[in-house]
Protein backbone atom coordinates (compact mmCIF):
# COMPACT_ATOMS: atom_id res chain seq x y z
CA UNK A 1 0.00 0.00 0.00
CA UNK A 2 1.46 3.20 -1.02
CA UNK A 3 2.16 5.79 2.15
CA UNK A 4 -0.36 9.10 1.71
CA UNK A 5 1.02 11.85 3.74
CA UNK A 6 -2.14 14.19 3.04
CA UNK A 7 -5.71 15.11 4.21
CA UNK A 8 -6.90 15.93 0.67
CA UNK A 9 -7.15 12.46 -0.80
CA UNK A 10 -6.63 8.70 0.38
CA UNK A 11 -6.18 5.61 -1.47
CA UNK A 12 -7.85 2.30 -1.34
CA UNK A 13 -7.12 -0.29 -3.19
CA UNK A 14 -9.07 -4.31 -3.62
CA UNK A 15 -9.97 -6.46 -6.33
CA UNK A 16 -7.26 -4.51 -8.79
CA UNK A 17 -8.94 -1.49 -8.83
CA UNK A 18 -7.17 1.34 -6.56
CA UNK A 19 -9.45 4.06 -5.81
CA UNK A 20 -8.35 7.88 -5.26
CA UNK A 21 -10.98 9.49 -2.82
CA UNK A 22 -10.73 13.24 -2.80
CA UNK A 23 -12.29 14.38 1.01
CA UNK A 24 -13.26 15.44 3.83
CA UNK A 25 -16.96 14.40 3.48
CA UNK A 26 -17.62 17.52 5.24
CA UNK A 27 -16.63 19.74 3.01
CA UNK A 28 -15.48 21.05 -0.04
CA UNK A 29 -12.50 18.82 -1.60
CA UNK A 30 -9.03 21.19 -2.40
CA UNK A 31 -5.53 19.99 -3.01
CA UNK A 32 -2.89 22.01 -0.56
CA UNK A 33 0.56 21.93 -1.53
CA UNK A 34 0.85 18.88 -0.12
CA UNK A 35 -1.81 17.12 -1.67
CA UNK A 36 -1.14 18.79 -4.56
CA UNK A 37 2.69 17.00 -4.80
CA UNK A 38 1.26 13.94 -4.06
CA UNK A 39 -1.84 13.53 -6.51
CA UNK A 40 1.13 14.54 -9.34
CA UNK A 41 3.32 11.63 -8.70
CA UNK A 42 0.48 8.77 -7.90
CA UNK A 43 -0.10 8.05 -11.33
CA UNK A 44 3.92 6.59 -11.99
CA UNK A 45 3.55 4.89 -8.66
CA UNK A 46 0.03 2.54 -9.23
CA UNK A 47 1.20 1.93 -12.81
CA UNK A 48 4.26 0.56 -11.07
CA UNK A 49 2.36 -1.97 -8.60
CA UNK A 50 1.37 -4.87 -10.61
CA UNK A 51 -1.99 -5.80 -8.26
CA UNK A 52 -3.43 -2.21 -9.36
CA UNK A 53 -5.13 -3.59 -13.10
CA UNK A 54 -7.50 -0.18 -12.93
CA UNK A 55 -8.07 3.09 -11.38
CA UNK A 56 -11.14 4.92 -9.75
CA UNK A 57 -11.20 8.68 -8.95
CA UNK A 58 -14.10 9.54 -7.04
CA UNK A 59 -15.20 12.21 -3.86
CA UNK A 60 -16.83 11.41 -0.71
CA UNK A 61 -18.05 15.00 -0.51
CA UNK A 62 -20.58 17.30 -1.85
CA UNK A 63 -18.30 17.51 -5.35
CA UNK A 64 -15.50 16.19 -6.66
CA UNK A 65 -12.65 18.89 -6.23
CA UNK A 66 -12.25 22.19 -6.67
CA UNK A 67 -8.31 22.46 -7.18
CA UNK A 68 -6.01 24.26 -5.17
CA UNK A 69 -6.47 26.27 -2.08
CA UNK A 70 -6.25 30.15 -2.04
CA UNK A 71 -3.20 29.76 -0.49
CA UNK A 72 -1.54 27.86 -2.92
CA UNK A 73 -2.50 30.62 -4.99
CA UNK A 74 -1.06 33.29 -3.13
CA UNK A 75 2.12 31.20 -2.46
CA UNK A 76 2.53 31.23 -6.67
CA UNK A 77 1.48 34.98 -6.79
CA UNK A 78 4.53 35.46 -4.31
CA UNK A 79 7.05 33.62 -5.07
CA UNK A 80 9.07 32.44 -7.98
CA UNK A 81 9.80 29.42 -6.28
CA UNK A 82 6.43 28.13 -5.50
CA UNK A 83 5.53 29.03 -9.08
CA UNK A 84 8.38 26.64 -10.54
CA UNK A 85 7.24 23.83 -8.02
CA UNK A 86 3.93 24.10 -9.13
CA UNK A 87 4.96 23.75 -12.82
CA UNK A 88 6.55 20.97 -12.56
CA UNK A 89 4.21 19.30 -10.65
CA UNK A 90 1.35 20.14 -12.91
CA UNK A 91 3.36 18.66 -15.76
CA UNK A 92 4.11 15.56 -13.75
CA UNK A 93 0.04 15.10 -13.15
CA UNK A 94 -0.90 15.82 -16.62
CA UNK A 95 2.06 13.44 -18.25
CA UNK A 96 1.47 10.88 -14.95
CA UNK A 97 -1.87 10.38 -16.11
CA UNK A 98 -1.30 10.01 -20.09
CA UNK A 99 2.04 7.29 -19.44
CA UNK A 100 0.07 5.43 -16.94
CA UNK A 101 -0.79 2.09 -18.72
CA UNK A 102 -3.74 1.56 -16.06
CA UNK A 103 -7.01 2.92 -17.74
CA UNK A 104 -8.45 5.46 -15.37
CA UNK A 105 -12.28 6.41 -14.71
CA UNK A 106 -13.26 9.34 -12.67
CA UNK A 107 -16.37 9.89 -11.36
CA UNK A 108 -17.57 13.64 -11.17
CA UNK A 109 -20.98 14.88 -9.06
CA UNK A 110 -20.79 18.82 -7.82
CA UNK A 111 -17.97 20.56 -8.94
CA UNK A 112 -15.04 19.75 -10.61
CA UNK A 113 -12.42 22.76 -11.08
CA UNK A 114 -9.51 23.64 -12.57
CA UNK A 115 -7.04 21.06 -11.35
CA UNK A 116 -9.83 18.85 -10.23
CA UNK A 117 -11.11 19.00 -13.60
CA UNK A 118 -7.70 18.15 -14.64
CA UNK A 119 -8.31 14.75 -13.22
CA UNK A 120 -11.53 14.15 -13.83
CA UNK A 121 -10.90 14.89 -17.88
CA UNK A 122 -7.68 13.12 -18.25
CA UNK A 123 -9.61 9.69 -17.55
CA UNK A 124 -10.11 7.63 -20.14
CA UNK A 125 -13.50 7.45 -19.15
CA UNK A 126 -15.31 10.03 -17.16
CA UNK A 127 -18.73 9.40 -15.53
CA UNK A 128 -20.24 12.65 -14.21
CA UNK A 129 -24.02 13.56 -12.85
CA UNK A 130 -26.44 15.64 -14.98
CA UNK A 131 -26.10 18.30 -12.85
CA UNK A 132 -22.91 18.33 -12.18
CA UNK A 133 -20.39 21.62 -12.77
CA UNK A 134 -17.72 21.70 -14.29
CA UNK A 135 -15.19 24.91 -14.94
CA UNK A 136 -12.31 26.28 -15.63
CA UNK A 137 -11.89 29.57 -14.08
CA UNK A 138 -8.10 30.00 -15.07
CA UNK A 139 -8.47 33.17 -17.25
CA UNK A 140 -11.22 34.70 -14.43
CA UNK A 141 -7.94 34.70 -12.00
CA UNK A 142 -6.42 36.79 -14.46
CA UNK A 143 -3.58 33.35 -15.70
CA UNK A 144 -3.70 31.45 -19.28
CA UNK A 145 -6.04 28.36 -18.98
CA UNK A 146 -3.07 26.00 -18.49
CA UNK A 147 -2.97 22.63 -17.05
CA UNK A 148 -4.95 20.22 -19.02
CA UNK A 149 -6.45 22.75 -21.18
CA UNK A 150 -5.04 23.22 -24.22
CA UNK A 151 -4.33 19.51 -25.21
CA UNK A 152 -7.61 17.81 -23.60
CA UNK A 153 -10.55 20.20 -24.37
CA UNK A 154 -9.58 21.00 -28.28
CA UNK A 155 -9.78 17.33 -28.73
CA UNK A 156 -12.68 16.50 -26.63
CA UNK A 157 -15.03 19.02 -27.59
CA UNK A 158 -13.83 21.21 -30.66
CA UNK A 159 -11.51 23.91 -31.14
CA UNK A 160 -14.46 26.64 -31.06
CA UNK A 161 -16.16 24.95 -28.09
CA UNK A 162 -12.63 24.84 -26.23
CA UNK A 163 -12.17 28.47 -26.49
CA UNK A 164 -15.50 29.50 -25.54
CA UNK A 165 -15.32 28.13 -22.28
CA UNK A 166 -11.84 28.65 -21.76
CA UNK A 167 -11.99 32.05 -22.23
CA UNK A 168 -15.12 33.05 -20.84
CA UNK A 169 -15.03 30.40 -17.86
CA UNK A 170 -18.78 29.59 -18.47
CA UNK A 171 -20.04 26.73 -16.51
CA UNK A 172 -20.81 23.25 -17.91
CA UNK A 173 -23.73 20.95 -16.71
CA UNK A 174 -22.92 17.28 -16.96
CA UNK A 175 -25.63 16.77 -19.70
CA UNK A 176 -24.20 19.86 -21.20
CA UNK A 177 -20.46 18.33 -21.41
CA UNK A 178 -22.09 14.99 -22.77
CA UNK A 179 -23.67 16.40 -25.48
CA UNK A 180 -20.44 18.37 -27.13
CA UNK A 181 -18.68 15.76 -25.87
CA UNK A 182 -16.22 16.47 -22.89
CA UNK A 183 -17.25 13.47 -20.63
CA UNK A 184 -18.21 10.17 -21.74
CA UNK A 185 -21.65 9.88 -20.29
CA UNK A 186 -24.36 11.86 -18.30
CA UNK A 187 -26.01 9.64 -15.56
CA UNK A 188 -28.58 10.33 -12.78
CA UNK A 189 -26.79 11.13 -9.30
CA UNK A 190 -28.12 7.91 -7.95
CA UNK A 191 -26.60 5.71 -11.00
CA UNK A 192 -23.19 7.49 -10.65
CA UNK A 193 -21.40 5.27 -8.60
CA UNK A 194 -23.09 2.10 -9.81
CA UNK A 195 -22.26 2.55 -13.23
CA UNK A 196 -19.00 3.20 -12.57
CA UNK A 197 -18.23 0.75 -10.51
CA UNK A 198 -19.56 -1.75 -12.93
CA UNK A 199 -16.99 0.23 -15.55
CA UNK A 200 -14.03 -0.77 -13.49
CA UNK A 201 -15.08 -4.28 -12.51
CA UNK A 202 -15.15 -4.90 -16.37
CA UNK A 203 -11.66 -2.75 -16.94
CA UNK A 204 -10.25 -4.95 -14.11
CA UNK A 205 -11.25 -8.45 -15.55
CA UNK A 206 -9.92 -7.19 -18.83
CA UNK A 207 -6.68 -7.83 -20.59
CA UNK A 208 -4.05 -5.27 -18.90
CA UNK A 209 -1.79 -6.17 -22.16
CA UNK A 210 -4.87 -5.29 -24.32
CA UNK A 211 -6.30 -2.29 -22.49
CA UNK A 212 -2.90 -0.46 -21.83
CA UNK A 213 -1.63 -1.16 -25.29
CA UNK A 214 -4.99 0.42 -26.49
CA UNK A 215 -4.87 3.41 -24.13
CA UNK A 216 -1.20 3.99 -25.14
CA UNK A 217 -1.55 3.79 -28.59
CA UNK A 218 -4.79 6.47 -28.77
CA UNK A 219 -2.80 8.49 -26.60
CA UNK A 220 -0.05 9.51 -28.88
CA UNK A 221 -2.38 12.61 -29.89
CA UNK A 222 -1.74 13.57 -26.51
CA UNK A 223 1.62 13.00 -26.26
CA UNK A 224 2.27 14.74 -29.50
CA UNK A 225 0.88 18.05 -27.86
CA UNK A 226 3.18 17.89 -24.82
CA UNK A 227 4.99 20.88 -26.42
CA UNK A 228 1.50 22.67 -26.51
CA UNK A 229 0.92 21.70 -23.13
CA UNK A 230 3.97 23.20 -21.74
CA UNK A 231 3.85 26.24 -23.60
CA UNK A 232 -0.02 26.70 -21.33
CA UNK A 233 1.80 25.55 -18.32
CA UNK A 234 4.84 28.34 -18.76
CA UNK A 235 2.39 31.07 -19.63
CA UNK A 236 0.01 30.02 -16.50
CA UNK A 237 2.41 30.34 -14.67
CA UNK A 238 4.22 33.35 -16.15
CA UNK A 239 0.40 34.91 -15.50
CA UNK A 240 0.92 34.18 -11.55
CA UNK A 241 3.85 36.82 -11.69
CA UNK A 242 1.48 39.91 -12.87
CA UNK A 243 -0.69 42.26 -11.86
CA UNK A 244 -3.58 40.42 -13.34
CA UNK A 245 -3.60 37.46 -11.23
CA UNK A 246 -3.62 39.87 -7.59
CA UNK A 247 -6.73 41.34 -9.07
CA UNK A 248 -8.04 37.94 -9.79
CA UNK A 249 -7.71 36.90 -6.73
CA UNK A 250 -8.74 39.92 -4.74
CA UNK A 251 -11.99 39.76 -6.44
CA UNK A 252 -12.42 36.27 -5.54
CA UNK A 253 -11.26 37.21 -2.33
CA UNK A 254 -13.94 39.81 -2.08
CA UNK A 255 -16.98 38.28 -4.08
CA UNK A 256 -16.79 40.93 -7.01
CA UNK A 257 -16.23 40.89 -10.62
CA UNK A 258 -12.58 41.54 -11.10
CA UNK A 259 -11.11 44.68 -12.64
CA UNK A 260 -8.18 43.99 -15.10
CA UNK A 261 -5.86 46.52 -16.72
CA UNK A 262 -7.05 47.61 -19.74
Given at each position: MLNIQNKDFRLEIADGVAE??????????????????ELAGIWRRLDAMPEVRTILVRSESKAFCSGGKMELVEEMINGEAARLRVYKEARELVEGMIDCDKPIVSVIHGAAVV?????????????VTRGAKLIDSHTKLGVAAGDHAA?????????AKAKYYLMLCETLTGEEAERIGLVTMAVEDGELLEKARDIVARLAAGSPLALSATKRTINHSLRALIPAFEHSLAMEMMGFAGADSREGLAAFKEKRSPSFRG
Open positions: IIFGPAAAMPVTSDVGHAAGLAVALLAEISIIIWPLLCGV
